[in-house]
């Protein structure tokens, strides 16, 4: 347990860690034990986690799938004062150790290294098949992240104090509109005050284009097999499942793999993924317990979709649509559905496919046209009489007055 000396790391829906701004993943070490040694005030002791080591911090995380409500730890980069090489064993498991800054409170954060703070040896054992060229090659990056880090702290605060000193009126008034970018776009995605029943038109755009920006600024610390090695796919997974949410809201709870690989690929940049990356990371997200899904239509046709999502409510949209007087005689095609339900002609076609207990299929000149099903609502034992209720009797009105 970190017994509250260690800072919590923020999780994502799939139980990866709130990246920072500017904070980019370098590498990650599985079945991964950190331990502390015995001190008046400060103990840590963290079982069998997933480490991972960024450009400000490190990281420890429980392993996939990860609990709901579940924390992380981390360790600032800045708080680590000395790293000393790995001890090599045939019999027992691979050890790196290094020191870390505790302040008088006892907790490791940078605010307590500025009033005074003492060094804690802090031991990380790499449980299971460790790898010594993985433990010498994190060794690596995190010697070279310290100083990488160190180096952009000295460079930040005096580009700072410049700009400062440079034009004081200007700065503050950048970080204002930034502030009120930032409340902007809190307000309006992450509150759940806006209910779809009485947001207007110019609410539902503003938070479209806000959602447009999120989009095309990408993903600023995309997993690579290089920083993630085996744990690739299932990293890629988590990141997926949290980069997906946003689409998802967009297109009514549902849309086809081909479209977010396009998305995806266009966030992460350079760092592009195949087909078959994006097939594995999806078929991994039963196991993660992530709130969305990959569903394969009879036709084959791949979407992705929440897990809340119903068919039964949109049947229930298309029943309304071909009970209309106009589609009760010339019935619909996958454009008209598409107009109805908000999405693309494709899926609404495989939706209409899927509902075909619901309706009949022609095959027409112009394609498939789908009609309402007469049948359940005909009576055998009163074929030959007049029914003067139910969606047959609609129908032999409608067509009966033109």
Not at 9 to 21: D, I, K, N, Y
Not at 341 to 367: F, V, Y
Request: aromatic share 6%.
């Amino acid at each position: 347990m970190a017994g509250g000396h260690l800072p919590l790391a923020e999780l994502t829906g799939s139980g990866r860690p709130v990246l920072l701004p500017s904070e980019i993943e370098c590498s990650f070490l599985p079945n991964v034990e950190l331990e502390s040694e015995e001190s008046a005030n400060f103990s840590v002791r963290l079982k069998s986690g997933l480490l991972i080591l960024t450009t400000h911090r490190l990281i420890w995380l429980l392993p996939n799938p990860v609990p709901p409500g579940s924390k992380g730890f981390y360790f600032p980069l800045a708080a680590i004062s000395q790293i000393f090489s790995s001890k090599k064993s045939m019999f027992a498991s691979l050890r790196l150790s290094f020191q870390v800054s505790v302040g008088p409170n006892g907790r490791v954060d940078t605010e307590s290294l500025v009033r005074g703070s003492r060094s804690i040896p802090m031991t990380v054992v790499m449980r299971g098949k460790g790898d010594v060229d993985s433990c010498d090659q994190v060794l690596g990056e995190l010697e070279a992240s310290i100083l990488r880090r160190e180096q952009e702290i000295w460079e930040s605060t005096d580009k700072s104090l410049h700009d400062a000193f440079q034009d004081l009126n200007a700065l503050m008034s950048k970080a204002k509109e930034m502030v009120m970018l930032a409340e902007k776009i809190r307000l309006k995605l992450l509150s759940g005050s806006l209910q779809a029943g009485t947001a207007n038109v110019e609410e539902m755009g503003s938070k479209e284009e806000m959602q447009d920006w999120l989009l095309s600024v990408g993903i600023i610390s995309p997993v690579t097999k290089e920083s993630a090695g085996a744990l690739y796919h299932q990293q890629l997974s988590c990141q997926l499942a949290d980069f997906v949410k946003f689409p998802l809201e967009r297109s009514g709870g549902m849309i086809n793999l081909i479209d977010i690989y396009c998305l995806f690929n266009r966030a992460r940049g350079t760092e592009l993924i195949s087909p078959e990356d994006l097939l594995q990371a999806c078929s991994l997200w039963d196991k993660l317990d992530v709130p969305s899904m990959l569903r394969k239509f009879d036709s084959r046709v791949m979407v992705i979709q929440n897990k809340s999502y119903r068919d039964e409510e949109v049947f229930a949209r298309i029943n309304t649509l071909v009970t209309k007087p106009d589609t009760l005689r010339m019935g619909i095609s996958a454009s008209d559905a598409a107009l109805t339900l908000g999405i693309a002609p494709a899926m609404a076609k495989e939706h209409l496919l899927a509902a075909e207990s619901l309706l009949c299929r022609d095959l027409s000149p112009d394609g498939f046209r789908f009609y309402v099903n007469l049948f359940p609502g005909i009576i055998s034992d009163e074929l030959y009489l007049v029914q003067h209720h139910g969606i047959y009797a609609l129908w032999n009105t409608t067509v009966s007055s033109t």
